[in-house]
């Protein structure tokens, strides 16, 4: 089965863009229509300004996080300047569960989490684009490692 990528999904970011976008846009609009009297009022922008800085944090924050699934193992990078990975094998994986809440059910993203054999604590993916149907290649995955378990190992780097 060919490797698979997952990352956070943006949508959500998007979103908040395009309010911070559509925000500047409705108070410049404002304060142009109220005349020059009111140029005391122009920091008012700082609202927007201040938003989407919170956004392009949070766009960073996600775009920082990635599971990679390779033929026979799992791996979960996070991180910029000190970076944690963690690698699984599949064969191990346990409890796949997709997790969604009403306002990631209508976007169509969810949480993906699993646990490993023996392992101490929850690998979580939050909110990526078609969660269940990671989840099903993941556990196909696992299954066809059950099967052929003489497959050939994975490269040690």
Not at 19 to 30: E, M, P, R, S
Not at 111 to 128: C, H, K, N, Q, Y
Not at 130 to 142: G, W
């Amino acid at each position: 089965m060919p490797a698979m990528v997952l990352r956070p999904s943006t949508k959500f970011i998007k979103l908040g863009y395009a309010l911070c976008v559509i925000l500047a846009i409705a108070i410049a609009a404002y304060l142009k229509s109220t005349g020059p009297e009111d140029v005391r009022l122009w920091w008012l922008l700082i609202v927007p300004g201040f938003l989407i800085l919170i956004v392009i944090t949070r766009h960073m924050k996600q775009r920082l996080i990635k599971l990679e699934v390779l033929g026979d193992r799992v791996r979960y990078q996070s991180g910029f300047l000190s970076k944690m990975t963690r690698t699984e094998e599949v064969i191990k994986l346990q409890d796949v569960r997709v997790d969604q809440t009403l306002g990631q059910r209508m976007m169509g993203i969810g949480d993906l989490s699993f646990e490993t054999a023996g392992g101490s604590s929850r690998i979580v993916m939050p909110s990526i684009d078609r969660p269940q149907l990671a989840a099903d290649h993941i556990l196909e995955m696992a299954r066809a490692q059950r099967i052929r378990p003489d497959a050939e190992p994975h490269p040690s780097v």
